[in-house]
């Protein structure tokens, strides 16, 4: 079963950038997409960004514009550009493939 190991959150200011890295241990089928998802304390779990086999992205209406979901599929890796961040970006961010989620990263947006 493919392993998933999430790294690149840390702390950062409002209005600065993070890139979030997720590794799979495994080649990535084309055919099924990566999904970023975050929770924040208190929060339930939510959709942040899906990339296809094929670079499609789909995107939750709060992160569009200041998100990049991005994929390559040589290297078994999905990224997530963050870019404008807000404090209400501020949770632990996980990615997904089939039913393997990784341990998620701890993002923090604070001054």
């Known amino acids: 079963q493919v392993q998933l190991v999430e790294s690149g959150g840390g702390l950062v200011q409002p209005g600065g950038s993070l890139r979030l890295s997720c590794v799979a241990s495994?080649?990535?089928?084309?055919?099924?997409?990566v999904i970023w998802h975050r929770q924040a304390p208190g929060k339930e779990r939510e959709f942040v960004a899906g990339?296809?086999?094929?670079?499609?992205?789909d995107y939750n209406p709060s992160v569009r514009g200041r998100f990049t979901a991005s994929r390559d599929n040589a290297k078994n890796t999905v990224f997530l550009q963050m870019s404008s961040l807000k404090p209400e970006d501020t949770a632990v961010y996980y990615c997904?493939?089939?039913?393997?989620w990784g341990q998620g990263t701890q993002v923090t947006v604070s001054s």
């Open positions: 997904s493939y089939f039913d393997t």
């Open positions: 495994a080649a990535l089928s084309r055919f099924k997409p």
């Open positions: 990339v296809a086999g094929n670079g499609a992205t």
